[in-house]
C-alpha cells in the first residue's frame, strides 16, 4: 500500500485499506517494572498527532474497547529510540521514569511509525539551529515538511539505500551527520561505523570543530558535537573506540562529553584528568607500548563509569568491559615476559636501603600485577604464578605479613589467595622447605591478630585451603598437616581457652577484664574466637585421625567448649557447632570421651538457661540431639537421658525431645529385665557407679595406640 492510499484510507476512502492501516497500527503498549519484568498496559491503536495541550508532535495510543488513552507521549530530540527486531520500538520515558515499548501486530505498522518519530526528531533538531519553526499545523504537513528540507541527504545514499559516503565535517553539516550516525536499522549503523573508521579526517576535523565552537562558547553547537559523539559512542564499533582512545583524541573526545545539555553545569573532566589522576611508577616501566595501554585503560574506565553511565547501553558496555579485560590481558602479558623487569622489582623489594614508603607502592604493585594476570588464560596463569614462585614472592610475602600496615597485610593476603586458587601446591611446597619462623606460624599469628574487619576472614580461608585433604597431593602431602599440628594447633586451642571466663565465673560477667584475653593479655575480638572455631571444624572433618590423637591426648575439647561461657550468643552457637561436628564423625573413641568426661554438660546448660527462647542457639542443640536419635548413638542417647533428663523434662512438650525419650526406652525394654527400670532408678544408679577402672585402662592404652597408628 502507498503513503497515498495509506492518507486516502484514514480519510475515508476505501474502507478495506483503512481497516488494514488499523490493523496495522494496532499495538500493546509495555511498560517496565521493577525487577526487570515488563508489564502488559493494555492493547490498542497508536497514531502520531498533536499532544492535548501541547504544541508537540508525540504518540498516543487508544484504547481498543473503551477508546481511553493508555499512552500518550511527545517525542523529543533527546530521547533515544530503539526498534528491536520488526515489531518493537522502545525508549525511556523521563517523565515517568521508566522504559516504554510499543509492540506491533504487523512489521509494516512498525515500519511506519518508526519513519514518523525519526522524520518528527530530525525536524526538531533543525528547529533547535533556526533552521524551521514549527507552528500548530497538521501532523502530516509537518512530517512532509521535514521530509522535503532534508531530502538532499540521500546524495549520501546508493540506489540500493546503502550509505556511499558521510556528509563532509562541517558546522553547517553537523544536523545531517548527527541525523545519519542516530538514524537507520543494524545494517546502517553497521556501514556508518565503516564509513567513519576508513576516513582519516573525520576525528581530526571533528576535533577542530569542538575546539573551534569552544573558543566561541557556541552552547548550541557543543550541545549537538556532544549528542554526535556519544551516538558514536554507541555505534559500539571497536574500530572507532581504537580511534576516540589514542593519545591524539581521548581528551578532546572527553571534553566534548562535557556539554550535556541534560546536565545544568558543564562538565570538568578534563581539569580533573590533568589536575588530579597522577601515573605513580612504583617502578619504572621502560616499554611504551605498556604504558600506553594502561593510560588508555584507565581512560575507558573514567568515560565508562563516570561520564557516560547513564547513557551506556549494555551492548557497548560489554564492548568497553571488554577493551579493559583485552588491554589488562596485554599489559601483564608484556610485563611478565620482560625477565630485566621482574628481576628489577623483586631485587628492590628485597633491598634493604628501600624507604617503607617506596616498599609499600611496590607491594601494591604487585597485588595489582597479580590480580590483573587473571585476565590472561589459564595456562598462562599457572606459568606467571611459578614463575613468581622462582623469583621468591612467598619469601616477600612472609617480610609483608610481618608488617603493621593494614594495607600491604591485605594486599599479601590477597596475593596468597590468588596463588592458592591457581595452584596451592606452590605454597605448601614453599612452606614445607622452610625452617624457623614459617610463614605457616605468621599465617596462624595473622589470624588472631586484629588486622581489621575486612581481614578477619581472609586467614582463616588461606589455612583451610592449605590444608584441604582434597586438593593435596604430592611427597608434600601429609607434611604440611603434621606442621600445622605439631606446632600450630595446641595454641589456637589455648587462644580460645585463655579468652573465655573460668567456670566458676558466669557469663553475664564475662566482659571483665580476664574475659576476651588471651595468655598474653591481648583482648581477642569474638569474630576471631569465631574463626578459629570454623578452623578447627574444618580439621575435624578434613583430618579425622590426627584430631583424635590430639583430643585423646590433652582436654582440647572442654578448651573449645569454654565458648558456651561467653555473653556473645554466636560464640556459645559455635560451640554448639563444634561439638554437633564432633559428634558426626560417629568415632568410637571419641563418643567414649565425650561421656567420661561429660563433655555434653555444657551444651545442656546453656540450652536450659536460654529457656525457651526460639534461635540459634535453641535450633542448634535440638538438632544435635535429633542427630544423635536418628543415628542410633546407644551410647549418648544414654548418656544424655541418665545424666540431664531432669533438666530436658521441661521441654518434653518438644517432639524432639519426647523422641529422644522414646528411644532411650525402647533400648531399656530391648536390654535385660534388670535394666528396665524406670527413667529415675537407672539414672541413680548410673550415678553411683561412676566410672570403671577397666574403661580408664582402656583410654590410657587407646591413647597410645592411636597416636602410634597416625605416625605410621
Known amino acids: 500500500m502507498t503513503e497515498q492510499e495509506r492518507r486516502d484510507a484514514e480519510a475515508g476512502g476505501d474502507p478495506a485499506a483503512a481497516t488494514h492501516t488499523s490493523n496495522m497500527q494496532r499495538v500493546k503498549v509495555y511498560r517496565l517494572a521493577d525487577g526487570g519484568r515488563w508489564d502488559d498496559q493494555g492493547t490498542g491503536h497508536v497514531s502520531i498527532e498533536y499532544i492535548e495541550g501541547s504544541k508537540e508532535l508525540g504518540l498516543t495510543v487508544l484504547d481498543e474497547e473503551d477508546n481511553e488513552t493508555l499512552l500518550a507521549h511527545n517525542i523529543t530530540s533527546d530521547d533515544i529510540y530503539r526498534k528491536q527486531e520488526e515489531t518493537i520500538i522502545s525508549w525511556r520515558d523521563h517523565e515517568a521514569a521508566t522504559d516504554l515499548a510499543l509492540s506491533f501486530q504487523e512489521a509494516a505498522g512498525c515500519s511506519y511509525i518508526w519513519e514518523h518519530i525519526c522524520d518528527i526528531q530530525r525536524n526538531l533538531q533543525f528547529s533547535n539551529l533556526g533552521a524551521l519553526e514549527i507552528g500548530p499545523r497538521q501532523a502530516s504537513e509537518s512530517l512532509e515538511a521535514s521530509r522535503l528540507m532534508h531530502s538532499n541527504d540521500d546524495s549520501f545514499r546508493s540506489a540500493n539505500g546503502e550509505f556511499r559516503e558521510l556528509p563532509p565535517v562541517e558546522l553547517s553539516n553537523l544536523p545531517f551527520i548527527l541525523k545519519t550516525v542516530l538514524e537507520g536499522g543494524i545494517t546502517d549503523q553497521i556501514r556508518v561505523a565503516e564509513l567513519i573508521t576508513q576516513d582519516r579526517d573525520f576525528f581530526p576535523k571533528l576535533v577542530d570543530m569542538f575546539r573551534m565552537c569552544e573558543d566561541l562558547e557556541n552552547l548550541d553547537d557543543l550541545h549537538m558535537i ?5 551516538g558514536i559512542i554507541l555505534l559500539n564499533s571497536p574500530s572507532i573506540f581504537d580511534k576516540i582512545f589514542s593519545d591524539e583524541f581521548i581528551l578532546d573526545i572527553i571534553g566534548a562529553l562535557e556539554y550535556d545539555p541534560e546536565v545544568p553545569r558543564v562538565q570538568r573532566h578534563r581539569a580533573f584528568l590533568k589536575d588530579h589522576v597522577v601515573f605513580k611508577e612504583a617502578i619504572h ?37 571488554t577493551m579493559i579485560h583485552t588491554n589488562n590481558a596485554s599489559v601483564i602479558s608484556l610485563l611478565k615476559d620482560d625477565a630485566p623487569f621482574i628481576r628489577q622489582l623483586f631485587a628492590r623489594m628485597r633491598s634493604s636501603d628501600i624507604s617503607m614508603e617506596s616498599k609499600r607502592e611496590l607491594v601494591l604493585f604487585l597485588h595489582e600485577f597479580c590480580t590483573l594476570s587473571k585476565s590472561l588464560p589459564l595456562v598462562q596463569q599457572l606459568r606467571l604464578f611459578r614463575d613468581l614462585s622462582g623469583e621468591g614472592v612467598f619469601e616477600i610475602i612472609s617480610d609483608v605479613l610481618q608488617s603493621h600496615d593494614r594495607k600491604i597485610v591485605s594486599a599479601g593476603t590477597d596475593i596468597l589467595i590468588l596463588f592458592l586458587n591457581q595452584d596451592p601446591n606452590l605454597l605448601r611446597s614453599y612452606i614445607v622447605q622452610q625452617e624457623g619462623n614459617s610463614l605457616l606460624g605468621l599465617l596462624v599469628k595473622g589470624m588472631v591478630t586484629d588486622f581489621g574487619e575486612e581481614m578477619h576472614c581472609q586467614f582463616l580461608e588461606i589455612l583451610r585451603i592449605l590444608m584441604d585433604s ?8 601429609e607434611v604440611i598437616i603434621e606442621i600445622f599440628y605439631e606446632r600450630h594447633l595446641d595454641y589456637l586451642v589455648d587462644v580460645i581457652a585463655s579468652s573465655c571466663p573460668q567456670r566458676n565465673i ?63 550468643k554466636f560464640l556459645v552457637v559455635a560451640a554448639v557447632r563444634f561439638m554437633r561436628t564432633i559428634i558426626s564423625r560417629n568415632d568410637e573413641h571419641l563418643i567414649r570421651l565425650v561421656v567420661k568426661f561429660n563433655l555434653l554438660k555444657p551444651i545442656i546448660d546453656v540450652f536450659v538457661e536460654n529457656g525457651d527462647r526460639y534461635n540459634m542457639l535453641h535450633s542448634g542443640v535440638l538438632e544435635l540431639l535429633e542427630y544423635i536419635r536418628k543415628e542410633n548413638i546407644k551410647t549418648l542417647v544414654i548418656y544424655v537421658t541418665e545424666s540431664f533428663w531432669d533438666q530436658l523434662t521441661k521441654f518434653e512438650h518438644f517432639g524432639s525431645i519426647q ?12 536390654a535385660e529385665p534388670r535394666l528396665s527400670a524406670s527413667v529415675p532408678d537407672v539414672r541413680k544408679k548410673a550415678e553411683q557407679r561412676g566410672l570403671e577402672k577397666e574403661e580408664e585402662d582402656y583410654f590410657n592404652e587407646d591413647r597410645v595406640l592411636l597416636c602410634s597408628e597416625v605416625i605410621l
Not at 304 to 316: E, S
Not at 516 to 537: D, Q, S, T, W
Not at 540 to 559: D, R, S
Request: aromatic share 8%; proline share 2%.
Open 226 to 230: 556532544f549528542k554526535l559523539v556519544k
Open 285 to 321: 616501566i621502560e616499554n611504551n607500548s605498556v604504558v600506553s595501554k594502561i593510560h588508555q585503560t584507565y581512560r575507558i574506565g573514567y568515560l565508562k563509569d563516570v561520564i557516560l553511565p547513564r547513557i551506556l547501553d549494555d551492548a557497548t558496555l560489554a564492548s568497553l568491559n
Open 470 to 477: 582434597f586438593t593435596m597431593s604430592g611427597a608434600h602431602r
Open 506 to 568: 558466669s557469663r553475664s560477667t564475662s566482659n571483665s577484664a580476664c574475659a576476651g584475653r588471651n595468655a598474653g593479655g591481648y583482648r581477642i575480638k569474638p569474630e576471631i574466637l569465631l574463626n578459629v572455631c570454623e578452623l578447627l571444624c574444618f580439621c575435624v572433618v578434613h583430618h579425622p585421625y590426627k584430631i583424635k590423637c590430639n583430643f585423646l591426648m590433652n582436654n582440647a575439647i572442654e578448651k573449645i567448649l569454654a565458648l558456651t561461657r561467653r555473653k556473645e
Open 659 to 670: 523422641a529422644f525419650k522414646l528411644k532411650y526406652q525402647q533400648y531399656l525394654e530391648s
